[in-house]
Structures are given as C-alpha cells and as structure tokens.
C-alpha cells in the first residue's frame, strides 16, 4: 500500500500554529506582569510576531522571580524567627523619636522598609578602591568575633587573592567567617577558591538560583549586594566588588571611580538581617549565622549610655 505524501509544509504549519498560541498566552502573562510599560510593550510585540525566537528568551529572562522564592524565605524566617526578633528588640533602646520621625513624614518609610531609624551612628565615604579596601582589611584584621561577606563579583586575582589570605588567616586565629558569593557574577571563580576557604573553616556558599526543574534558566536573579559585617559593630556597603577592575589595575578600563560607605553603630544590628534574603539561598546555615551574630557583640556596651540619653533625635552624620 503506498504512504500517503505529506509535505513539510503540513507538518510545520500544526507546530508553527502552536508556537503561536503559546506565544500569545505569554504576551498575555507579560502585559500583566512586567513591571514597565517600555519592557510590557517589547515583550508582547516580539512574542507575538517572532514566538519562535522569543519564547525562549522569554523564559530564560523574562520571568520576574523564583518559583518558590517567597516560601523558602518565609519558611527560613518562621525557622529563625526569635534570632530576627531579638536583633529588632536590641535596636529599639537606639530607635529614632517617633515624634522627629513624624515630623518629617518619615514613619511610613520606616514600616514599609522594616527597619530601624537609629541614632549614634557614624558614616564615612570612602570614594576609591584603595580608600575602600584599605578600610575592609583594617576592619578584618581587628575581627574578634565575626565576619560576614556578600559580593555580587569575587575574583581571583591580587586583590581578590589578598581579601581570601586574610580571611583564612581570622578563621585560623578562631574568628568565625560567613562568605557568600554569586554564582553568575563570579562565574570566572575557580573551585579551588572556595574550597581553600571552607577547609580553612570559613562557611562559604553560592547564592543559587539556578537550583530546581523550574529554576534552572532563572539566571537573571542575581545577588548584586557588596556588604561586608564585622563584629555588629562595623560595616561597609557600596559599589565596588572584590576585583583588581576595581582599583583601576585592568587597562581595558583604566581609572575605576565608584563610591563605599563604611558604617559604624547601632545601624549595624540591621546588616545581619539585611543580608538573610541572600544567605538563604546560598546556604541556610549561613542565614542563621548571619542573624544570630547581629545583636550579639560589638556594639552592644553603647546601649545604656544611649538608654540615658533624654534626646533621641538624630544629628548631622558623623565622620570617623
């Protein structure tokens, strides 16, 4: 019996005619969802006229969060929830007056942001990478107790080299150290990095989104903080990652001007719970650390002068 002809044309016209019916139910997703009407706008035209090209990208790029993001970080919270409330209550002694607060309409601020105006603090802008790293490797080099490290890019380089050396070196005088670093931004960091810290004793992870059937092409949630927390009592936060680029040593890029900020005060206790979003996908151990460090040490002697204090409203920024 001879085989019925069929041409290519028959096959693919059933394949394209699906393609674009998804294509359209994501235009759909994506004109409700994505945040600006400029990206809405791009996403719809290209789903619909290209859904061959697009739908890929879309699903790779175009998803807003993590499936299951928001209950893995609930869930860690609910875990966690006395350490997160006892950084909170030690802040309370060194919160701002409510009535300054009001006065200038910053309350809503305040609660929509979960945190803690303070007073006592103090603030120093430091404006280049050797101003900036100069000031970290102090801080580290005076650890006593804890260290906790977030970057977005780790390299391995000089600096990045100089940065691993003197954490190793404060794990092995008994300072405990959480470092936490991003899977996409230090794509270029050698195993052999990381694996030198942890068997030093330093709890090092990867912030990991990639984890999971549904999240394996999630690659565009990416942890862009550069914060460094030493002893509750110090802290730095800014723009510049832990890369030689940085200090303007790469001469594709030459001269690098970007902005850090270390921070030294109540404003500290903060940190740890800033910085418990991130640990938690990188490793849940480290989150618990990093929160039950907060309200532990370091600044903590400040706050029965600051109990006796009759005003509790902030003054101009102090330098240090």
Partial sequence: MDLPDISLTAVLAPLYAVIEVVGIASAVHAAMRVRTAQGSFAWCLALIAFPAISLPLWWVFGRRKIHGYLQTIRDAQDQNQGLINEVYSALEVMRV?????????????ERLS??????????????????????????????????????????DDQIGGEFQRKLIEKVRAGVRVHFLYDEIGSYELPKRYVSELREAGCDASAFKTTIGKTNRFQINFRNHRKIVVVDGHTAFVGGLNVADDYLGRNPEYGHWRDTHLRLHGPVRPGGPALLFGGLVLGDPHLAAAAVEAGPARGWQHRRARAADRADRRPGSLRDF
């Fill in 114 to 155: 979960d945190r803690r105006f303070t007073v006592g603090n103090c603030v120093k802008l430091l404006v280049n990478g050797e101003e900036t790293f100069g000031a970290i490797f102090e801080a580290i080099d005076a650890a006593e107790h804890y260290i906790l490290v977030e970057y977005y890019i780790v390299a």
């Fill in 97 to 109: 007056d409510h009535g300054w607060l009001a006065e200038r309409d910053l309350v809503p601020l």
